[in-house]
């Protein structure tokens, strides 16, 4: 089985020492940046946005895997593509006509996602996924880190790797929000590709060994 990759969300960073906190991701065993963005629209809080995800991107040396929590997406498509982004994830509830959004990511020369809030059935994915190379299962409400691990999230990984397994697809599937050294074995398990981890991590009196942990066990 393939290795888990973990992704420390910057959401949790110190904003105070950005490229203190990138430097050490850079350092530790994470595969991923992980870049929460948020409208204060599609969810009730504002995160950052270009000229933070620039000074970020100028000192990341991982690829930078964005996550939109905004409305209307497609205005930006361009924007996050220019700014370094290798993935760029979609709400499914933030977007009237996905497949064409997931073109444009593509053709912006980005792998494309998709993300499902916690109450969104993964079974309404199912004419998209050939298309997709990551589907982001919310086992938290978007908006906020530092939150409770929805359980009714395993379920979901498990429901969504049957369905990978009979269309014969590739998307991998990441889990966002409160992971935790506690749940990460059995979200590998479910079938979980990608564990985002922003609190966990970040607040860790020391979150190089806190990601080693992550990557140790979930290998
Ligand atoms: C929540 C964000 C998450 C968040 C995860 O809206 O999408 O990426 O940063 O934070 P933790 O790991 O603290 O739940
Ligand atoms: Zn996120």
Redesign the pocket.
């Known amino acids: 089985m393939a290795q888990t990759l973990i992704a420390p969300?910057v959401?949790?960073a110190d904003f105070a020492n950005l490229e203190r906190d990138v430097t050490m991701i850079n350092k530790s065993q994470a595969d991923w940046f992980?870049i929460?963005i948020?409208d204060g629209v599609f969810?009730p809080n504002i995160s950052f946005g270009m000229p933070v995800l620039k000074a970020i991107g100028s000192h990341a040396q991982k690829p930078l895997d964005v996550?939109l929590?905004i409305v209307d997406p497609d205005r930006y498509t361009k924007t996050f593509a220019d700014l370094g982004a290798e993935i760029l994830t979609v709400h499914y509830e933030a977007c009237t006509h996905l497949h064409r959004s997931i073109q444009a990511i593509k053709q912006h020369g980005m792998k494309a996602g998709v993300a499902l809030n916690p109450h969104t059935p993964v079974h309404l994915l199912k004419d998209i996924l050939g298309d997709l190379d990551l589907v982001c299962l919310?086992s938290?409400n978007?908006?906020?880190?530092?939150?409770k691990f929805i359980e009714r999230t395993y379920d979901k990984v498990r429901e969504l790797a049957a369905m990978r397994a009979e269309q014969n697809a590739g998307f991998l599937i990441e889990i966002?929000?409160?992971?935790t050294s506690e749940n990460a074995m059995a979200l590998k398990n479910a079938g979980a590709d990608v564990l985002?981890?922003?609190?966990?991590v970040f607040n860790a009196d020391d979150p190089v060994a806190t990601v080693a942990d992550l990557k140790n066990l979930t290998q």
Request: glycine share 24%; net charge negative; no cysteine.
């Open positions: 969300s959401l949790a992980h929460d948020m969810v996550h929590m919310m938290v978007p908006g906020f880190g530092g939150q966002d929000g409160g992971v985002v981890a922003g609190s966990f």
